[in-house]
Each structure stands twice: as structure tokens, then as C-alpha cells.
């Protein structure tokens, strides 16, 4: 499976930026995907995830009520549709995919390049 993103950009604080990760081979539709950030000088966090069906969707509480994670498994596309955007949402943003089993987020198996996102206040 190779993921790719796509969608970043500059926004204005309070603004809304969408991110989509195209995953190619015909399993991809059979694997949890996740968004994961990485703001200068800090950790990679998990932002989002999705399972393969799009039925079980988790957020990170610092997004809840703002980002909307999706899937399109006839696109082989997930998405993230970011509102409400915040200065500090800017980071890299990258997509990954893993069996979606408890704790798959901890090493996803494949990862997307990253896509940069930044929030001027």
C-alpha cells in the first residue's frame, strides 16, 4: 500500500482546510487509516483515526468538534476536513494505514508523506 497526501496549504485562524490521503492497491480499502501531525520541535501525535468500513472514528480531544475525518473506499481516499482552524493546528500532517486492531496507531504499517498545514493568527 503507498499513501500519499494531499491538501495543505496557508489558512487564516478560524478558516477550514481539507486533506485527502490517496491510497493505491486494492486492499486499501481493508485498512484503518489515521492522521497523525508533527509541529515544529515536537512528537508526532495522533490526530484522527478511521477504520475500514468508516463505522469506528476517533479524534484527539485538541481536535474533537472541529476535524471530521471520512473515507472513500471507491476512491481508495480518506479525508480530513479541518474547521475552526487554530494557530496552534500547524504542523506537517501525514496519513498512515494499519490493520486497525487495538493499538495499530502505536506503528502504523505504511505512511504517507506529510503535507504541510499552517494557521496564521
Known amino acids: 500500500v503507498q499513501l500519499q497526501a494531499f491538501g495543505g496549504g496557508l489558512v487564516q485562524a478560524g478558516g477550514s482546510l481539507g486533506l485527502a490521503c490517496a491510497g493505491s492497491g486494492r486492499t486499501f480499502s481493508s485498512y484503518a487509516v489515521g492522521w497523525f501531525r508533527q509541529a515544529p520541535g515536537k512528537v508526532r501525535d495522533l490526530v484522527a483515526t478511521i477504520n475500514w468500513s468508516g463505522s469506528s472514528i476517533y479524534y484527539a480531544d485538541s481536535v474533537k468538534g472541529r476535524f471530521t475525518i471520512s473515507r472513500d473506499n471507491a476512491k481508495n481516499t480518506v479525508y480530513l476536513q479541518m474547521n475552526s482552524l487554530k494557530p496552534e493546528d500547524t504542523a506537517v500532517y501525514y496519513c498512515?494505514?494499519?490493520?486497525?486492531?487495538?493499538?495499530?496507531?502505536?506503528?502504523?504499517?505504511?505512511w504517507g508523506q506529510g503535507t504541510e498545514v499552517t494557521v496564521s493568527s
Open positions: 498512515a494505514a494499519g490493520s486497525g486492531l487495538t493499538g495499530w496507531a502505536r506503528r502504523p504499517d505504511y
